[in-house]
Structures are given as C-alpha cells and as structure tokens.
C-alpha cells in the first residue's frame, strides 16, 4: 500500500440471501474504489449471529457472499476479500472499544430498537453492542471511507464518535472515517411495504428481490408490488411504492426519473411494473452466471479467503499494536 493511497472498508453480513437492496446500496458501489484506493470488503459473520443462525446455512452464505462479492464485480487481485471472523483482531478491537462506547450511545442505536423487536427471545448482548464491533471493523485497517446504505449511518457516526475519543484520550490512533452513501439508490425500500426497509431477513418473500432470484421470480415480485390507487408513474414523496420502483429502474437502466416519465405517461402500472422487473433481471443476468460458476470451485474461494485474512491481519496487527501499547497492555 503507498502512503498516500485512501483506504476503503465494507462489509455484509451472511444473514440471509443477499437483496437488490444490498447490491444497489452497497455492493455495487464498492468496485468505484478498487484499483485507487486499498479496498478490504469483509463478509461479516461475527455480526451475523447476533441473530440466532442456522450453523450450515451461516457457512453456506458464506461463501455464497463472497462468491456474490466477486461476481458483482470485486476482482480478488485488486480487492481484499475477507470473512471477518478469519481474522481474530476483529474480536480484540470490538472488545476493546466495547469499554469506549457508552451505554447510552448503544441505547439510541435504531437498529438495536428495530431487531431487537423482531427477536424478542434473543436480545442478546451482542445486538446491543454490535456497533462497537463495527466500529472495530473499520478502525482496524485505518479506513478512509465507508460505503453503505442509510441504515448503516447511525453506525457510522458512533464510529467516528468513539474514533474521535479514542484519539483524545491516547493521542491520534485511528483515521476517522467517513461513509460515503449512493444517493440515488442509499434505500431501497420493501415491494410490499415501500414505507420500510427492503431486508434479506424479511419473512415475506415478496417484499424482497433477491440478486438470484431467477427472471421468472423477478418479474413475478415486480408485477406484485405495491404501488398506489392513481395510475400514474411519478416521482414523489406521496407515491412511495411507484417512486421506489421507479429508483430501482433508473439503477439499472441509467435513466433519469423525468425520461421514466416520459416514457410511461398514459400506459398505467401494469407496463411500467413489467420494464422494471425485466430491466433488473436483465441486469443481474451477469451476475447470477458468474456466481454459479464461482459458487462451484469451493477451493478457489477458500484460497481467496485464506489470502484476503492473510492480508488483512497484516494490516490489522499494525493498528492493535499501536492501540495495545496505548491502552497499556503489555506486548
Ligand atoms: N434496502 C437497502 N437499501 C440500500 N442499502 C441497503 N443495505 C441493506 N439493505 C439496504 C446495505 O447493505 C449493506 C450490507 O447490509 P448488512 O448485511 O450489514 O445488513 P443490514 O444493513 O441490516 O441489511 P439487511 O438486508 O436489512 O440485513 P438483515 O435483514 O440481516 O438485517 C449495508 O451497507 C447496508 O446499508
């Protein structure tokens, strides 16, 4: 890595099949940075399961991500590809930071609200204090910038705040990072609830259009959305269910919302409903090639990961010696 060159960390969590939310709000924006930057994108499943997993469905996601990172574009010479838990310093600076994190911050945590109502028989400590860990993430490969969805924010501040702290107790340690989020497409929202979050951990299948679903499924969930009693293709505040569709058509056509317009005025949902699914799975015809081929060299993958946890602890051990020696431990 030279000196001067910024450095870019992300990650997703193997918690589920991965969504159009997921690849347009985050996973597509990562290959911006490859080549310029020294990127490391991190499958992370230590935050996983902060949600009671499945053991064999956790390990198969997990190399489905990673195969999912490549496919949509990460090429492994350029990019550090990593799963989280292979490189044990995650732990060590997530425990470490969990002291430099207040109670209070943790508890205005929306996401800790939000999960912690969906899974009322498990809110476990780590769902609290799993911003820690992402903050450890981050801060262990000195990281620039963050790219993410909007859900992701909050997070990224307690980041920068415990950084910041961290930094003024002990003198400068860590860069502070800041997030850099898509603008046109930082929330894809739900097709069956356009007021909610699309989320791989949805139980309703047809709120969530998943990178593999098949074409047939995509245009089947598109057709089904949600949109609104008028039956005009607009974009506005008022319209959510039409306005999220149409920001899903723009991502993966490059048109903008006036020509989208345009091009429905006078032919009603139904047409616009079926360009959009048509449109995505055109899209994401690449990329579920690519996956199937990746997804059948389990070995290749496993060099990749052995590789990328292998260059990531490098980087890791530079900031957890820097960090032991100024909280005090010894070694
Ligand atoms: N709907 C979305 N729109 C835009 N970006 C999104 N992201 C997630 N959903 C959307 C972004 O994807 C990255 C990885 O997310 P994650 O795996 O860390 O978990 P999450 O944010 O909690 O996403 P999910 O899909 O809702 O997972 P579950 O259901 O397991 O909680 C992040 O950058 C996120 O912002």
Redesign the pocket.
């Known amino acids: 890595m030279n000196n001067n060159q910024k450095t870019v960390f ?4 193997p ?2 099949n ?2 159009i ?2 690849y ?4 597509k924006n990562f290959s911006r940075f490859s080549g310029e930057y020294k990127t490391f994108y991190s499958v ?1 499943d230590m ?2 399961i902060t ?1 009671r997993q499945i053991p064999a469905d956790l390990r198969r996601r997990t190399y489905e991500t990673l195969a999912l990172y490549i496919a949509c574009g990460l090429d492994e010479e350029k990019n550090t590809l990593f799963v989280q838990s292979h490189v044990k310093e995650h732990a060590e600076l997530g425990w470490i930071l969990d002291c430099y994190t207040m109670f209070g911050e943790l508890s205005r945590m929306t ?1 800790f609200k939000d ?1 912690s109502a969906k899974n009322a028989q498990n809110i476990n400590a780590g769902l609290f204090t799993y911003p820690a860990l992402m903050a450890a993430d981050i801060l262990l490969y000195q990281t620039d910038v963050v ?6 924010k909050q997070h990224l501040e307690l980041a920068r705040d415990v950084a910041m702290r961290f930094n003024q107790i002990y003198s400068d340690t860590f860069t502070i990072p800041e997030g850099y989020m898509n603008p046109d ?5 739900s097709l069956s609830d356009p007021t909610a ?6 139980p309703n299948q047809n709120s969530v259009v998943y990178i593999l679903d098949s074409k047939d499924d995509i245009i089947r969930k598109f057709k089904k959305a949600v949109t609104d009693s008028e039956s005009e293709v607009r974009y506005a505040e008022d319209k959510p269910g039409v306005s999220n569709l149409m920001t899903i058509y723009k991502a993966f056509t490059g048109k903008s919302f006036e020509e989208i317009e345009n091009e429905f005025r006078g032919s009603g949902y139904g047409d616009f409903k079926l360009a959009v699914g048509e449109a995505c799975a055109d899209g994401l015809s690449h990329v579920r090639e690519e996956f199937q081929r990746l997804i059948a060299d389990k070995a290749h993958l496993e060099a990749i990961m052995k590789r990328g946890a292998d260059e990531a602890r490098y980087y890791a051990n530079k900031t957890m010696s820097k960090v032991r020696r100024k909280i005090g431990f010894i070694g």
Request: net charge positive.
């Open positions: 992300s990650g997703v969590q918690s589920g991965l969504t939310g997921n347009l709000g985050a996973i992370v935050h996983a949600v996401q999960k790219p993410v969805g909007i859900d992701q497409t930082m929330k894809i929202m979050k699309m989320s791989k951990s949805d």
